[in-house]
């Protein structure tokens, strides 16, 4: 079986500006798959691109082995998009909304509303299937585009932030949601900016940073990368120029080594297998320890550190103006209703 999606050195320009750069990414059928990025890191058009809202400047893309563009229909059946933004036909009731939906990926419409119903329990908003997208709260209308991606019962699931802007207890809802659907064999790429979501959720990140990817590996793997400080308190206060020697004496596994007041700080790569030889060696030197403490650094600092913006040189007026061809395309297509 061919991965759920390929992209091989993709790139999307807009002008002078390069929104993917070269960006090389393979998610196996069956992950659940984050895509984390700052804003305006390419995400969105990461997905759009694969979806067939904006055309590719280079490279390939697939979706199970089925080229973005030159399969479009087969790759595009293969998709349940929930996009970001709210792009919902607001002059039928929702439940006619979803049947229209599955009838363009050629659903029979007794099937169609069949699917409709089923969704629309699976996501909590039955009770509303008469009414209009535009009655519906915000909350709902998130269900809704989650409805909506999944009428068509898709091998792959696309989420471009779901939860942003949603309550604690719609967020947890969708979690589990996703996390069945997942159990169920969907494949599953998000985009989040909630470093917790994607810890929770996903198999695997990918960090993308200005189009280009930083960094793929597991939630686990990435904390693995940053450091941890082990905080101990001393029966007696540590002169600064006493830290600085500790620093040095401590080389060998400490990255830095801090002091205020009975407090001293030291960074390590690995605290628990520091802890043994750390005290020791303060024994050693004739310090007195009252209290210890080790602490992680996050898989959000890890993430601040791993994206921290360079300056960007492009000029955004040539950018606007080449837009024109996306535009249409999109207009194009959410007129068939695909997005
Ligand atoms: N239609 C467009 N025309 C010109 N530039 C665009 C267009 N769409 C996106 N861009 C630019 O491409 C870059 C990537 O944008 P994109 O929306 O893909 O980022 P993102 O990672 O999804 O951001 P966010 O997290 O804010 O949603 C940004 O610099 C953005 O301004």
Redesign the pocket.
């Known amino acids: 079986m061919p991965p759920a999606i390929e992209t091989v050195d993709l790139v999307?320009e807009?002008?002078d500006?390069r929104?993917?750069q070269e960006l090389t990414l393979t998610v196996e059928e069956g992950e659940f798959f984050g895509?984390l990025?700052?804003?305006?890191?390419?995400?969105?058009?990461?997905?759009?691109t694969l979806v067939g809202l904006?055309r590719k400047s280079g490279g390939e893309a697939r979706v199970f082995g089925y080229d973005v563009e030159s399969d479009y229909r087969e790759a595009r059946d293969a998709i349940g998009l929930a996009p970001?933004e709210f792009n919902v036909d607001r002059f039928f009731p929702i439940r006619e909304v979803l049947m229209h939906k599955a009838g363009y990926h050629g659903v029979p419409e007794d099937e169609a509303a069949e699917r409709a119903d089923e969704v629309l329990k699976r996501v909590g908003i039955y009770d509303k299937r008469n009414e209009r997208f535009d009655w519906l709260s915000g909350g709902m209308k998130r269900r809704l585009l989650l409805a909506r991606a999944l009428v068509t019962d898709p091998d792959l699931l696309i989420l471009?932030?779901p939860t942003a802007g949603v309550d604690v207890q719609l967020r947890h809802d969708l979690w589990e949601l996703v996390t069945e659907l997942n159990e169920e064999g969907t494949t599953i790429l998000l985009?989040t900016?909630y470093i917790e979501e994607a810890e929770r959720l996903c198999d695997r990140v990918a960090i993308?940073n200005?189009?280009r990817k930083v960094t793929v590996a597991t939630p686990d793997e990435l904390k693995q990368r940053g450091t941890d400080t082990i905080s101990l308190r001393l029966e007696s206060p540590v002169t600064s120029s006493l830290a600085a020697d500790l620093e040095s004496d401590l080389g060998a596994y400490a990255h830095a080594v801090t002091a205020a007041g009975n407090t001293l700080e030291v960074r390590v790569d690995d605290g628990g297998s520091t802890v043994p030889q750390l005290l020791s060696d303060l024994e050693t030197r004739g310090h007195e320890i009252v209290d210890l403490e080790i602490s992680r650094t996050s898989l959000e600092e890890i993430f601040v550190d791993l994206t921290r913006s360079e300056d960007?040189t492009v000029t955004?007026s040539s950018?606007?103006s080449?837009?024109g061809d996306?535009?249409d395309r999109?207009q194009e297509r959410e007129q068939e209703g695909v997005a």
């Not at 804003?39 to 759009?48: D, E, L, S």
């Open positions: 999307k807009y002008g500006l929104a993917l895509l990025g700052p804003n305006g890191a390419g995400k969105t058009t990461f997905i759009n904006v970001q471009d932030e985009t900016h993308v200005e189009g960007r955004r950018a606007a080449a837009d996306d535009a999109r």
